[in-house]
C-alpha cells in the first residue's frame, strides 16, 4: 500500500526536500513571527513572553514609522519609472539584435546581479564622494571651483536602487519583447502606420505584462530596501527597511519589529498578488 | 523609410552604450581605486601599488571572512541544489492535479524580500543551537537559491526528452543506471550552472547574512558592510573587488556551459 501511495505520486517524492526545507525555514519562522508581533516588547529585551495588541496600537500611532512608510512610497515612484525607461531602452535594443551584439548586451546586463549590494552602494559612494568621478570631472571642466560632496541625498539614493533593479528589469522586459510576433510590426508597417506609431499602439501594449511585472518588483525591492539607503543615504533618507533592521538589530525591540515586518510583508505580497492579476489580465488583452 | 530606421537605432546604440556604462562603471571606479596605494579613498588614485591586496591576504580577519563566505556558499550549494533540481525535474514530468499550487509555493521565497526572511530566520532560530552556525546562514540563503535554481531548472528541461529514461528503462536499466547513464549526461551542463548559480548568489548575498552571522561566522559581504559603516578604509575597495573577480569567473563559466540564452530566463 505504501509503495502503491509513492508509485502513484513520485512527483511529492521529488518535491519533499524542497518542501522540507521551506516548511521548517520558511513558513514555521513566518507563523513564529506573527506569535512574536503578540509578545510584549521591551527595548534593548529582544521581548518577554506574553500577549498583547500593544505593539499594533504603537505602529498606529507610531507618527515617525508613518513618515519613513510615506518617504518610502515616495521613493519608489522615481526609482520605478527611471528603471523602466532605462530597462525598455535596453531590453529593446537587445530584443531587435543577434549575434555577438545581443551576447554582449545580455552579459552587461546580467552580469552585476552576483556582485553584491554592498559593493554596489559602496562603489557609488567613490562616485559621489568630495573627491569622487563626478567632482574629478567637474573641477577639470572648469564647472565647479571646489569640490563639493554629492552623495548623501534622495538622488543617490534613488541611482543606487535603479542600479540594482535594472538587470532583472530587462531581463522581465526582454521576455517579453523577445515573444512579440514580429509580423504584427510587419503588418502595422504595411497598413502605412510611421515607426512611431507602431510602437506606441503596437509594441508597448504587447509588453504591457513585462511592464507592470518589472514595476512591481522595483516597488517590492525599493520598499524592503535596507543596504544600499543605509549607504547612500543620509538619515533624511531612512526607509522602513532600515527601521525595521533598525528596531530588530539596535533597539532591540523584536514584537514591534515584527508587527513592522508583517505590515511591509502585507504591502509586497498584496503588490505582487495584484500585479500577477494585471499580468495575466493585460496578456489575455494584448493577444486579441 | 531606410533612413528614419537607421537613425532611430544610432539613437537606440547610443542609449544602449550609456546605459551600459552606468550598469559597468560603478565596477571599474572600485576596480582602479583599490590599486591606489594613498590611505584615503579619492578619485583618480594617486598611483599604482598592489599595498591594499597585501594588506588585505595579510590580515586574519578579512581572511577569515573570505574562508567563511566559501563554506557558506558551498554548504548552500549542497542544500539547495538537489532540493531545486529534484522539484523541477517533478514539475516537468508529472502531471498531478496540485501543480499549479506547487509551483507558486517553489517560487515564493524567491519574491519574498531577504530582508524579511532575514529577521524572521533571527527571531526563530537566534536562541537556538543555530546561532552562530554556518548552517543557519547556508539555510537563508538556501530558500532563495531552491526557488531560483528551480525557475532555471524548469526553463534548462523544457527542452528535455524524457523518453530517453523510458527506454533506458525498457532496456532494463535499474533506477541508478538510468541517472548516471542517461539524465546525468544529458543534463550535464545544467546541473554544472545550477551548481555555479547557488555558489555564486550565495557567496554575494549580505542582506540575510546581516542578521544570521556572528563574528565566528561572519562572511566577506557582511565584513565589508560592517567596515563601512564605521571608515572607509582603503582594504574595503579590495575586498570589493575580490567579490567582483568571483562574480565575473563564475559568471564566464555559466555562459560556457549554460549559454545566454537560458541566462535571460531569471527575469519573471
Same mark, same amino acid.
Given at each position: ?76 515612484? *522615481? ?62 571642466? &572648469? ?66 505584462? &513585462? ?17 544600499? *539607503?543605509?549607504?547612500?543615504?543620509? *538619515? ?53 | ?52 591586496? /597585501?594588506?588585505?591576504?595579510?590580515? %586574519? ?37 496540485? %501543480? ?80 548516471? /547513464? ?48 564605521? /571608515? ?23 555562459? %560556457? ?12
Amino acid at each position: 500500500m505504501k509503495v502503491n501511495v509513492f508509485q502513484k505520486h513520485r512527483y511529492l517524492v521529488l518535491y519533499l526536500p524542497a518542501l522540507i526545507l521551506f516548511s521548517v525555514f520558511f513558513l514555521t519562522p513566518f507563523v513564529l513571527m506573527i506569535r512574536m508581533s503578540f509578545f510584549i516588547g521591551k527595548p534593548l529585551h529582544c521581548y518577554i513572553e506574553g500577549f498583547t495588541i500593544e505593539n499594533y496600537l504603537r505602529f498606529l500611532r507610531d507618527f515617525y514609522v508613518h513618515t519613513r512608510l510615506m518617504f518610502t512610497l515616495q521613493l519608489s515612484a *522615481p526609482v520605478i519609472f527611471l528603471t523602466l525607461v532605462l530597462a525598455y531602452i535596453m531590453a529593446y535594443a537587445i530584443s531587435r539584435s543577434s549575434g555577438i551584439k545581443r551576447l554582449i548586451l545580455i552579459c552587461v546586463t546580467i552580469f552585476p546581479i552576483w556582485i553584491n549590494l554592498v559593493v554596489i552602494a559602496f562603489s557609488w559612494q567613490v562616485i559621489f564622494a568630495r573627491y569622487g568621478l563626478i567632482n574629478f570631472f567637474l573641477t577639470n571642466l &572648469g564647472i565647479i571651483d571646489e569640490p563639493t560632496p554629492l552623495g548623501y541625498n534622495f538622488l543617490s539614493v534613488v541611482i543606487g536602487l535603479v542600479h540594482v533593479c535594472l538587470p532583472y528589469t530587462i531581463l522581465t522586459l526582454l521576455s517579453v519583447l523577445d515573444n512579440i510576433d514580429p509580423t504584427l510590426e510587419e503588418a502595422a508597417k504595411d497598413l502605412g502606420a510611421t515607426k512611431f506609431k507602431i510602437f506606441v499602439e503596437v509594441t508597448l501594449p504587447m509588453s504591457m505584462p &513585462g511592464i507592470i511585472t518589472g514595476a512591481a518588483f522595483c516597488f517590492v525591492w525599493t520598499m524592503s530596501s535596507f543596504v544600499i *539607503p543605509s549607504f547612500l543615504g543620509s *538619515p533624511l533618507q531612512k526607509t522602513i527597511g532600515i527601521e525595521i533592521a533598525n528596531q530588530v538589530l539596535t533597539a532591540l525591540n523584536w514584537p514591534y519589529g515584527s508587527v513592522l515586518s508583517i505590515v511591509l510583508l502585507c504591502i509586497t505580497s498584496s503588490t505582487l498578488l495584484i500585479s500577477n492579476i494585471l499580468r495575466e489580465r493585460t496578456a489575455r488583452w494584448a493577444k486579441q | 523609410m531606410g533612413k528614419t530606421i537607421a537613425k532611430s537605432s544610432i539613437f537606440l546604440n547610443f542609449a544602449c552604450v550609456l546605459i551600459s556604462a552606468f550598469i559597468l562603471i560603478p565596477v571599474v571606479i572600485i576596480f582602479l581605486t583599490s590599486l591606489d596605494p594613498a590611505k584615503y579613498i579619492r578619485f583618480p588614485p594617486s598611483g599604482f601599488s598592489l599595498l591594499w591586496y /597585501e594588506y588585505f591576504f595579510s590580515n %586574519k580577519v578579512w581572511q577569515n571572512g573570505l574562508l567563511n563566505s566559501v563554506y557558506v556558499a558551498v554548504l548552500n550549494t549542497i542544500i539547495s541544489v538537489p532540493c531545486g533540481i529534484l522539484a523541477a525535474y517533478a514539475y516537468r514530468k508529472y502531471t498531478f492535479k496540485l %501543480k499549479n499550487i506547487f509551483n507558486t509555493i517553489m517560487i515564493i521565497p524567491y519574491v519574498t524580500p531577504s530582508l524579511l526572511v532575514g529577521i524572521a530566520l533571527l527571531m526563530a532560530f537566534g536562541r537556538t543551537i543555530l546561532r552562530g552556525t554556518y548552517f543557519i546562514v547556508a539555510i537563508a540563503h538556501a530558500l532563495w537559491s531552491t526557488s531560483f535554481i528551480y525557475i532555471l531548472m524548469q526553463a534548462a528541461l523544457s527542452n528535455y526528452d524524457f523518453t530517453y529514461e523510458e527506454a533506458a528503462k525498457d532496456l532494463g536499466a535499474n533506477l541508478f543506471q538510468m541517472f548516471s /547513464e542517461v539524465t546525468l549526461p544529458l543534463l550535464k551542463s545544467a546541473f554544472i550552472a545550477a551548481i555555479l548559480f547557488a555558489f555564486i548568489s550565495s557567496f554575494g548575498e549580505v542582506t540575510m547574512a546581516i542578521f544570521l552571522v556572528t563574528s565566528k561566522t561572519v562572511t566577506l559581504p557582511v565584513l565589508l558592510w560592517t567596515s563601512l559603516k564605521y /571608515e572607509l578604509h582603503p582594504v574595503a575597495t579590495v575586498a570589493s573587488v575580490i567579490c567582483i573577480i568571483f562574480a565575473i569567473v563564475i559568471f564566464m563559466l555559466i555562459t %560556457k556551459f549554460f549559454g545566454t540564452g537560458m541566462l535571460s530566463k531569471i527575469g519573471m
